[in-house]
């Protein structure tokens, strides 16, 4: 059993940054894979990025590559997502998740196995 608890969202403008927390507690961390999702009123929940919590490997969407980065402090058992130059379109809920090795390709929400309960981010322009 995996708890992951997001923070830092919040209001800013266009081009602002921002940077969201992770908090995982749970057995086995080191062996999950970690990403992040959003979704914005009416669409589906999207990929952002994932890392993988003992090497490191990171992958992200085309739509925000360049701009966020994923990383992970394993003496705090954080994840982050540092966000950069922001977008209206940004505007969503946050969630963090967490895969169980093997479960599937790390792209797709459905193959997530634990998600936090998400934090808003609002773009304004």
């Known amino acids: 059993q995996v708890q992951l608890v997001e923070s830092g969202g919040g209001l800013v403008q266009a081009g602002d940054s921002l940077r969201l927390s992770c908090a995982a507690s749970g057995r086995a961390l080191s062996t999950y894979r970690m990403g992040w999702f959003r979704q914005a009123p009416g669409k589906e929940r999207e990929f952002i990025a994932t890392?993988?919590?003992?090497?490191?490997?990171?992958f992200y969407a085309d739509s925000v590559k360049g701009r966020f980065t994923i990383s992970r402090d394993k003496s705090k058992n954080t994840v982050y997502l540092q966000m950069n130059s922001l977008k209206p379109e940004d505007t969503a809920v946050y969630y963090c998740?967490?895969?169980?090795?093997?479960?599937?390709?790390?792209?797709?929400?459905?193959?997530?196995?634990?998600w936090g309960q998400g934090t808003q981010v609002t773009v304004s322009s």
């Open positions: 998740a967490a895969q169980i090795p093997g479960n599937g390709v790390q792209y797709l929400a459905a193959n997530y196995d634990y």
């Open positions: 890392i993988t919590w003992d090497i490191g490997n990171t």
